[in-house]
């Protein structure tokens, strides 16, 4: 039995040694540059990797990452995994050596994990060396380019010695309501979620062999979660192959990763809610008469809020082209779980709750739930996976709560990473959570949500939450009602949070993003807002901020940053539309 992903190399190589394991296209196209490198050569650069590490004593220390999308990563990463270095992946500085957050937040993952050693692109290394003003602590760490690592370092390979309880990488937090912590991730851990994903995808030895090996098609950054253990990671586990292509290149132009699909008939490709609606705004009949998307069975959407429109608007567009509404496949998960906690049931369309859920109602739909459109019915996340624990909690009195009613997300099972690095304290609050009536111990999310005949539906951010007249109410909530008021609106880009309206107590702001052509109907847009909020929620809103694109804060992974929106509203710093925001 396999102890960890380094065993299963291993045995790909052996049995399927020219099987491609991961395809990349260079350019973002399939007609452009590819490169792709087999199991037989995985295990080879892997283990050079390994036996340049072990060489000079690194095995139990850490290692950061720092590559640009593309294979080397991957041998970089099962490198590590190979010599008992743990893995840091990180964000990599070429193209960004200006940017002050991104530099900040590498000087801060350096010293947190106690990195002894930075391995990555040659492009990357080099661009680190001129960097020695803004990060002196570079002195002391040895940097190398892994593709100047020999093919014949790997003769001196030596097995590590792992056990489950070895830890695999630090899979350091996107930090959407606190600092970055770094989330230790097991090998243990890393096998029984990809045990989980496997099941939950439904990606059994027949459907393998029926999409002909052809797993997965992503152009997830590759140093989050989602990205790394699922089309990654996955891939490695099961011994498929992956098509893999830059998050940037899919910005640029998101048809390419529907041409990907089309292309090389995946059975699994997905990615946050904002990718789909990027998808529909370049939708054109040309693209449509193209495509082939008969064979993608399971489209997943998690990281951020699945909105309901999105998948309806994206079944309805796509159709054209094969894509079936069954493939829709929201799911949750989150970094302290390795990834995914819970998902859909394949062949099976997503789960709307379009009515009052909540038994107190008090819950996220609850009063205006039969005038708001199916548009705005939450979307169910699916159900848990095997052997891993879902439950709904009261955080103040640790007690489950019953069916229906809003509380945070509790999880407990062996995809439940062992704790924050060198953080006791936050360890023990997070991780060790004790419920009545349960034996064992509970990962407290942070999340707020609900179940419903056993399957989670998500409603927010525990520390998001909007207490305004004694009423909870849910950012994202607000947002949608914002964002449906009107076309110009970008989906996923506003941020609704609550400021202290002193006599008349708390209050709700909206900061929306807007598209540029809709410049001179500001005035209209914000009488807008404000009606669907009150129709909706009985909010009087005190204030709606138009914002130009790209302004709103957010993390690495694009997850709306709320308070560091609040604070910019505050401290006046937000970028605009048409004049200062009104206090």
């Not at 892997?46 to 590559?67: I, T």
Request: hydrophobic share 40%.
């Amino acid at each position: 039995m396999a102890r960890s992903l380094v065993d299963l190399l291993t045995t790909h190589a052996s049995r399927q040694p020219d099987r491609t394991a991961y395809r990349y296209l260079v350019t973002g196209d399939c007609d452009g540059e590819i490169q792709d490198i087999s199991y037989g050569r995985l295990a080879e650069r892997s283990r050079a990797v390994a036996a340049w590490l072990q060489e000079r004593g690194l095995a139990g220390s850490r290692a950061m990452l720092l590559y640009p999308p593309g294979i080397e990563f991957i041998c970089g990463y099962l490198g590590c995994l190979s010599a008992g270095v743990v893995a840091v992946p990180g964000l990599p500085p070429q193209g960004r050596s200006q940017n002050h957050r991104a530099l900040l937040r590498m000087k801060r993952l350096i010293a947190d994990a106690d990195a002894k050693v930075i391995l990555g692109g040659r492009e990357a290394i080099a661009a680190l060396a001129t960097m020695s003003e803004h990060l002196p602590e570079l002195a002391e760490i040895t940097c190398v380019a892994t593709e100047d690592i020999p093919d014949e370092a790997a003769g001196s390979w030596r097995e590590p010695d792992l056990t489950a309880d070895s830890v695999a990488f630090l899979q350091y937090t996107s930090g959407s309501t606190s600092a970055p912590r770094g989330v230790m991730v097991t090998h243990g851990n890393l096998l029984e979620n990809e045990r989980v994903i496997t099941e939950r995808m439904g990606h059994t030895p027949d459907v393998i062999e029926e999409y002909d090996h052809e797993l997965f098609v992503s152009w997830l950054p590759v140093y989050h979660d989602m990205g790394l253990i699922g089309p990654v990671l996955n891939a490695a586990y099961l011994g498929v192959t992956a098509t893999l292509f830059s998050p940037l290149h899919f910005l640029q132009r998101p048809e390419r990763w529907l041409t990907a699909i089309s292309r090389y008939r995946p059975h699994t490709s997905g990615g946050p809610n904002f990718a789909y609606e990027l998808c529909l705004k370049h939708a054109t009949p040309d693209l449509l008469d193209g495509l082939d998307l008969s064979r993608w069975k399971v489209a997943f959407n998690g990281a951020e809020p699945v909105r309901a429109a999105t998948l309806r608007r994206f079944t309805e567009t796509f159709g054209a082209a094969g894509f079936r509404r069954e493939a829709l496949y929201p799911c949750y998960g989150l970094a302290e779980a390795t990834l995914i906690v819970t998902g859909g049931s394949v062949q099976a369309p997503p789960t709307l709750a379009t009515t009052a859920t909540a038994t107190d109602g008090t819950g996220p739909h609850a009063g205006a739930a039969e005038a708001r459109s199916a548009d705005a019915a939450a979307v169910g996340s699916g159900r848990p996976g095997p052997g891993i624990t879902v439950v709904i909690a009261d955080p103040e009195r640790q007690e489950e709560l019953p069916e229906g009613e809003v509380g945070e997300i509790w999880v407990s099972g062996a995809s439940v990473a062992k704790g924050y690095w060198r953080n006791a304290l936050a360890t023990r609050q997070t991780f060790r959570a004790t419920l009545r009536g349960h034996e064992g111990r509970f990962l407290r999310t942070g999340d707020l949500g609900f179940l419903r005949d056993g399957e989670l539906f998500v409603t927010g951010r525990l520390k998001d939450l909007m207490v305004i007249d004694g009423r909870n109410h849910y950012p994202q909530d607000l947002e949608l009602s914002a964002e449906m008021s009107h076309w110009a609106l970008r989906p996923g880009c506003t941020a609704a949070f609550s400021v202290d309206g002193g006599a008349e107590g708390e209050q709700p702001v909206v900061v929306a993003e807007t598209a540029p052509e809709a410049a001179g109907e500001s005035e209209k847009i914000i009488d807008l807002i404000r009606g669907a909020i009150g129709e909706a929620h009985g909010l009087p809103v005190r204030d709606v901020v138009l914002v130009h694109p790209g302004t709103i804060p957010k993390t690495s992974s694009g997850k709306i940053q709320r308070r560091a929106s609040r604070t910019a509203y505050l401290d006046g710093t937000l970028s605009l539309v048409g004049g200062p925001a009104t206090r």
